[in-house]
T-cell receptor, first 113, second 112 residues
Framework: QQQVKQSPQSLIVQKGGISIINCAYENTAFDYFPWYQQFPGKGPALLIAIRPDVSEKKEGRFTISFNKSAKQFSLHIMDSQPGDSATYFCAAGGGTSYGKLTFGQGTILTVHP | ETGVTQSPTHLIKTRGQQVTLRCSSQSGHNTVSWYQQALGQGPQFIFQYYREEENGRGNFPPRFSGLQFPNYSSELNVNALELDDSALYLC???????????FGEGSWLTVV
């Protein structure tokens, strides 16, 4: 019940294209869904997060879509740039577990110039 | 910059030894969590400290232990190191009532 499943494992996109990464969760107690971006040798950096009271949240080129009934959420990166090349992790947390996140397996995004 | 600082950044230990990793949380954050990230994997929750007490633990053995100090900084101790303990250890801080969690850059531990 604690799993978060992320797909695809890797993604190659051309510059200017849209990158889409999907996640599914099982625990209905989760009420906080962040996305983290991680560059090699660095810690995860918070990118954008959503709570289940909204179905979409947009910050610049990054958008989270959330489907509570399907227990799925996704990250869309519009106008993808080579600098976006990194590993992206979805995570889920909340309920009574303040500060504890369950992470997906990660998606390696490569944006070709 | 998240304001979460960790030390040391890299270290190499021998199997069976003990290691202590340190973390200073972001200003105003009273909760510290530790995560282990193996190569090519997502971070795995080890445990969390709030008000100097352990407040939740993941699926890690007792040889993983920690401390939180009155200034909210924290230590992660690992005894009897095993080869599989080789990983990036991440400290994360948050404010108790919220869920926005910020990570440090991590400490790379290699066990040989």
């Amino acid at each position: 019940q604690q799993q978060v499943k992320q797909s695809p494992q890797s993604l190659i996109v051309q510059k200017g294209g849209i990158s889409i990464i999907n996640c599914a969760y099982e625990n209905t107690a989760f009420d906080y869904f962040p996305w983290y971006q991680q560059f090699p040798g660095k810690g995860p950096a918070l990118l954008i997060a959503i709570r289940p009271d909204v179905s979409e949240k947009k910050e610049g080129r990054f958008t989270i879509s959330f489907n509570k009934s399907a227990k799925q959420f996704s990250l869309h990166i519009m106008d993808s740039q080579p600098g976006d090349s990194a590993t992206y992790f979805c995570a889920a947390g909340g309920g009574t577990s303040y500060g504890k996140l369950t992470f997906g397996q990660g998606t390696i995004l490569t944006v070709h110039p | 910059e998240t304001g979460v600082t960790q030390s040391p950044t890299h270290l190499i230990k021998t199997r069976g030894q003990q290691v202590t990793l340190r973390c200073s949380s972001q200003s105003g954050h009273n909760t510290v969590s530790w995560y282990q990230q193996a190569l090519g994997q997502g971070p795995q929750f080890i445990f969390q400290y709030y008000r100097e007490e352990e407040n939740g633990r993941g699926n890690f053995p007792p040889r993983f232990s920690g401390l939180q100090f009155p200034n909210y900084s924290s230590e992660l101790n690992v005894n009897a190191l095993e080869l599989d303990d080789s990983a990036l250890y991440l400290c994360a801080s948050s404010f108790r009532a919220g869920n926005t969690i910020y990570f440090g850059e991590g400490s790379w531990l290699t066990v040989v």
